[in-house]
């Protein structure tokens, strides 16, 4: 009893409390961990976080920032929906891919902080704003790194080469520039300059990756 209060207590300080308390009650937690599928996802968040724990200060803050919205709220919201989508998740089991999600988000942050073109290349993103569809691809072809936004019949609206500094990917191209910054290596944050848009071009946006073909 006693080793597991203590295996407890470490995996709230390891998660900046994210995994005991807040919207989980302790007997909540505590009846969640008897499922082995959820304590297997708890310790595989433990880890990542310890690595997440190593990066730069600017990234870790941020993603520490996401790690406590995740826990007040963004956890159980979403559990709760996939409990919705499929009758047959027990609690545990929802909560245990919720936070396999998280860990991957988490991985997927750390990847981002030592951003390469070689681990954007060949990248595909969309976004989607009232309707109008955007599709970003980034390649890299040498030494070239090239990001092209095309519309959903397949013309190109902007093209750019681009060079990579730290997280963001800044692009320099006829009508202006912009910059694609990367949080995690799913959903980049994309910024065009006042010269883009008056030239007509708005590629501005949160982009989501393409997981299933359109």
Not at 69 to 75: A, D, L, M, P, T
Not at 163 to 182: C, H, P, Q, R, W
Not at 196 to 209: A, T
């Given at each position: 009893?006693?080793?597991v209060?203590k295996f ?6 390891l998660?900046l ?16 961990m ?8 708890e310790?595989e ?32 919201e979403r ?11 027990s ?5 245990a ?30 976004f ?9 691809s ?10 092209t ?13 681009g ?20 949080w ?5 944050l ?5 010269s ?14 393409r997981v299933?073909?359109?």
């Open positions: 009893m006693i080793l209060k407890l207590s470490a995996l709230a300080v998660f409390i994210s995994s005991s308390a807040l919207a989980l009650s302790d007997s909540d937690y505590k009846e969640l008897k499922d082995s599928s959820f304590a297997d996802s310790k968040l433990a880890e990542v976080w310890t690595e997440a724990k190593k990066l730069p200060a600017k990234f870790f803050e941020h993603l520490q920032k996401e790690q406590r919205e995740w826990v007040s709220h963004g956890r159980d559990a709760e929906s996939l409990m919705k989508a499929d009758k047959t998740l609690r545990a089991q929802a909560y891919q919720e936070t396999g999600s998280r860990v991957e988000a988490i991985n997927s942050a750390i990847d981002a902080a030592s951003l390469t073109p070689e681990k954007l290349s060949d990248g595909f993103f969309i989607n704003d009232n309707g109008k569809y955007i599709e970003l980034i390649t890299l072809e040498g030494e070239n790194l090239t990001a936004f095309s519309d959903n019949n397949g013309n190109t609206i902007w093209k750019a080469d060079k990579v500094s730290e997280n963001v990917l800044t692009l320099s191209g006829e009508k202006g520039s912009a910059s694609i910054t990367f995690n290596m799913s959903y980049p994309v910024a065009g300059d006042k883009l848009k008056s030239n007509g071009v708005n590629v501005d946006g949160q982009y989501h990756e299933t073909a359109f």
